[in-house]
Every structure is written in structure tokens, then in C-alpha cells.
Nanobody, 125 residues
Framework: QVQLVESGGGLVQAGGSLSLSCAASGRTLGVRAMGWFRQGPGAQREFVASISWSGGSTYYTDSVKGRFTISRDSAKNMGYLQMYNLKPEDTALYYC??????????????????WGQGTQVTVSS
């Protein structure tokens, strides 16, 4: 019922910046939160950041605090992840996720019921 399309990934040097976008379409009226997750080679998908769709409350995993900023434009059904001072360990496939679940678990992948296809972020040293 909700479709998500990420964009903005690419190759950057350590210390550089990238901005990711997530366009939501379909039945977006029920979206309660949007999150970003990432999965590196041989690793499990991990939480990066989330934002409540109405109130805009944000949450970040410790490793990206101060470097990543999550935001959204509810009127445009758009979510964003601005990343700066990127490190090689940030290299991963980044996924946008949306949740329509009441009482969702913001920090866990099971709290989200819609996912984008992923966009690759590669940070070189």
C-alpha cells in the first residue's frame, strides 16, 4: 500500500557528504514514522535513524549522532538523510522504511512494514 524509492547514494571520499532522499507514494496517510537502516557486506541490517511523521521526533544510533541528520517533508511525502563527515565504516546499502504500525518499535526493523529497494553508499579512504 506504500511504495518507497530511495535515491542519492554514491561514492564519496572519507570526510565527504551525501544526502539521501526517500519518496513515498501510495496510501501514505497512515504513515507514522520513517526510518533509515543500513546493511554492510556480511552484516545484519541495522538501525540508523528514524523520525515520527507528525511530530518530527528523531532518533539516531550512537555511531551517527552529530554526523547524520534525518528530516521529512510530510506535505511532499519525502524523507531525507543528510550524512556528513562520512567514514569508511558507513559503507553500506541504505534502506528507507516506513511504518503504519500502531505502537511501532522505532529502533527495530520489525517495526516497519514498508521498505525501499536500497541505495548504495560507498566511502573510500
Amino acid at each position: 500500500q506504500v511504495q518507497l524509492v530511495e535515491s542519492g547514494g554514491g561514492l564519496v571520499q572519507a570526510g565527504g557528504s551525501l544526502s539521501l532522499s526517500c519518496a513515498a507514494s501510495g496510501r501514505t496517510l497512515g504513515v507514522r514514522a520513517m526510518g533509515w537502516f543500513r546493511q554492510g557486506p556480511g552484516a545484519q541490517r541495522e538501525f540508523v535513524a528514524s523520525i515520527s511523521w507528525s511530530g518530527g521526533s528523531t532518533y539516531y544510533t550512537d555511531s551517527v549522532k552529530g554526523r547524520f541528520t534525518i528530516s521529512r517533508d510530510s506535505a511532499k511525502n519525502m524523507g531525507y538523510l543528510q550524512m556528513y563527515n562520512l567514514k569508511p565504516e558507513d559503507t553500506a546499502l541504505y534502506y528507507c522504511a516506513a511504518s503504519t504500525i500502531v505502537g511501532l518499535r522505532l529502533l527495530h526493523r520489525d517495526g516497519y512494514d514498508y521498505w525501499g529497494q536500497g541505495t548504495q553508499v560507498t566511502v573510500s579512504s
